[in-house]
Every structure is written in C-alpha cells, then in structure tokens.
C-alpha cells in the first residue's frame, strides 16, 4: 500500500532507523538502456512524482516519519540534485534536524557532452533529537585499529564522502534503482543495533530490508507497485539476494551475499 497509508498503523515513537530512497522527480524511463540494462530483465512500474508536486509530496511523508521516529531514531534520504532543494526544505519545514550531508560518489554516470557527468547522489542524516540519537562510532572500525600507513580507519570510514560502487546485476531481475548493499550495511551498522526497527517507505527492490534481515534488525516496508512488492518478497522468503533470470542459473543467497 502508499506509505502514507501504511504508517497510520504504526505507533507514535516506535521506529528506530529509516533509511529511504524516495522516488524522483524527472522524466525517468525505467527500461532506458543506460549502464549496460538489459531491457528485458527490468521491472516495469516505477512511481514518478511531478517536479511541481515533490516537495508536497516530501513533507507529506516527511510528517509521518517524524511522528513514528523515537527520540533515539534518525533518518538517511537519498536524493539526486534535481530535487535536493525540495528535499532540503521539507526536512527543515517538518522540524528534523540535520546531522549530515553525506556524498555516495559511484563508479560511473551517464556520458554527457554538455556539462559535467553526474556520478554522486546526496544522503541527509537527519533526526527528531541530536542528543538523544544513537550512534556507533567504533562498529565498523576499533578505536586505535589503524591501516597499513598508520591511518586511522575508523576516521577514514566516518568522513562525509563515501565512495561505494554500484552493483552490477548481470543476468538478474532488478529494479531501474537499487542502492548497493555494503552502503545500506554501514548505515545499519553506525545508526542501529540488533532487534531495532527499521523503516523503508519506499521499498522498490527491497534493499533496506534484506540488508536488516540479513543484521538481525526487524523491518517494516511499503511499495505501491505490486511488481516490486511481489519482487521483494520473493527475496526475503526464498533467501536469495539476486533473482537469477532462469535462462541464466541460480540465484545468490543472502548467505553467499554475506560471505562474498
């Protein structure tokens, strides 16, 4: 169902983490052949939102996040540039504070001949109470553990610029958007613990949420395009991380994701 139906089920100050990649506010063609996509392996449906409309559209949901939230919760968006300001505004207008602004620089972008090529997305780290919210510093990293230049590791992981690759699916059932798993696991890992609740309004390929089974964290999820919703929860029940076309082979299994 449409999140902003969904969570009037769920309690005042009951979610610990959402982590959410909110659709975007362009002409995005789902099966574009951009990054070597195949066509035929793309699920259809992606929900657009009109660039007038997107920032109605953000606080709307914004509002329900920020009532649902504890006081020890805190919030990742991911935005592209287009609709940032939007995005921006609706986080100062709903009352969240802004802890970080966070940069994912990705391997590649679209090749253009005009202007600069877009290879970044935005991540705003926000929360309902800066001194009540949790944070893992040394989850990741031990205080001292340094690399082999003598550089602090934990710093390194904690500055504000994250380069992670995007995943290649080869030969798999996807999404037109999926964020990488090993940038939903460090979310997890800095802003969350086991047994946590965490919340993606947004669901699409189901990341988030496969990313929480997989760290023992309890999740909860809302997408409005059955495909989607049906492609996700085929995920979670049969175990598996990528859904292999069956002209290809097997599927990777969420245990075989967390080995490799």
Same mark, same amino acid.
Request: with cysteine; aromatic share 14%.
């Given at each position: 169902?449409?999140?902003?139906?969904?969570?009037?089920?769920?309690?005042?100050?009951?979610?610990?983490?959402?982590?959410?990649?909110?659709?975007?506010?362009?002409?995005?063609?789902?099966?574009?052949?951009?990054?070597? %996509?195949?066509?035929?392996?793309?699920?259809?449906?992606? +929900?657009?939102?009109?660039? *007038?409309?997107?920032?109605?559209?953000?606080?709307?949901?914004?509002? *329900?996040?920020?009532?649902?939230?504890?006081?020890?919760?805190?919030?990742?968006?991911?935005?592209?540039?287009?609709?940032?300001?939007?995005?921006?505004?609706?986080?100062?207008?709903?009352?969240?504070?802004?802890?970080?602004?966070?940069?994912?620089?990705?391997?590649?972008?679209?090749?253009?001949?005009?202007?600069?090529?877009?290879?970044?997305?935005?991540?705003?780290?926000?929360?309902? +109470?800066?001194? &009540?919210?949790?944070?893992?510093?040394?989850? %990741?990293?031990?205080?001292? *553990?340094?690399?082999?230049?003598?550089?602090?590791?934990?710093?390194?992981? &904690?500055?504000?610029?994250?380069?992670?690759?995007?995943?290649?699916?080869?030969?798999?059932?996807?999404?037109?958007?999926?964020?990488?798993?090993?940038?939903?696991?460090?979310?997890?890992?800095?802003?969350?613990?086991?047994?946590?609740?965490?919340?993606?309004?947004?669901?699409?390929?189901?990341?988030?949420?496969?990313?929480? &089974?997989?760290?023992? %964290?309890?999740?909860?999820?809302?997408?409005?395009?059955?495909?989607?919703?049906?492609?996700?929860?085929?995920?979670?029940?049969?175990? +598996?991380?990528?859904?292999?076309?069956? &002209?290809?082979?097997?599927?990777?299994?969420?245990?075989?994701?967390?080995?490799?």
């Amino acid at each position: 169902m449409d999140c902003l139906e969904g969570m009037k089920y769920i309690d005042d100050n009951s979610i610990d983490l959402v982590i959410t990649d909110p659709p975007f506010a362009i002409d995005f063609k789902a099966k574009k052949g951009n990054y070597h %996509r195949t066509k035929s392996r793309v699920l259809e449906g992606y +929900n657009e939102i009109p660039k *007038e409309s997107y920032y109605e559209f953000s606080i709307n949901w914004m509002k *329900e996040i920020y009532r649902i939230l504890k006081e020890s919760g805190s919030m990742y968006v991911f935005s592209g540039w287009n609709n940032l300001k939007d995005i921006l505004n609706a986080i100062d207008d709903t009352g969240f504070v802004t802890v970080n602004h966070i940069i994912w620089k990705y391997q590649f972008g679209v090749v253009t001949t005009r202007k600069y090529v877009t290879s970044h997305y935005h991540c705003l780290y926000v929360c309902k +109470n800066d001194k &009540k919210r949790k944070f893992f510093p040394y989850a %990741r990293f031990g205080k001292n *553990e340094k690399d082999q230049d003598n550089h602090s590791l934990h710093y390194k992981d &904690k500055e504000d610029v994250w380069i992670i690759d995007r995943e290649y699916w080869n030969g798999d059932i996807k999404t037109p958007t999926k964020l990488p798993l090993e940038l939903v696991k460090k979310i997890l890992q800095y802003s969350s613990e086991r047994g946590d609740i965490v919340l993606d309004p947004f669901l699409g390929s189901g990341q988030v949420i496969i990313a929480s &089974k997989m760290m023992e %964290r309890k999740y909860i999820g809302f997408e409005i395009v059955e495909d989607y919703y049906r492609f996700c929860k085929e995920r979670l029940e049969s175990g +598996n991380y990528r859904i292999k076309d069956k &002209k290809i082979g097997d599927a990777l299994t969420l245990f075989d994701t967390e080995r490799n």
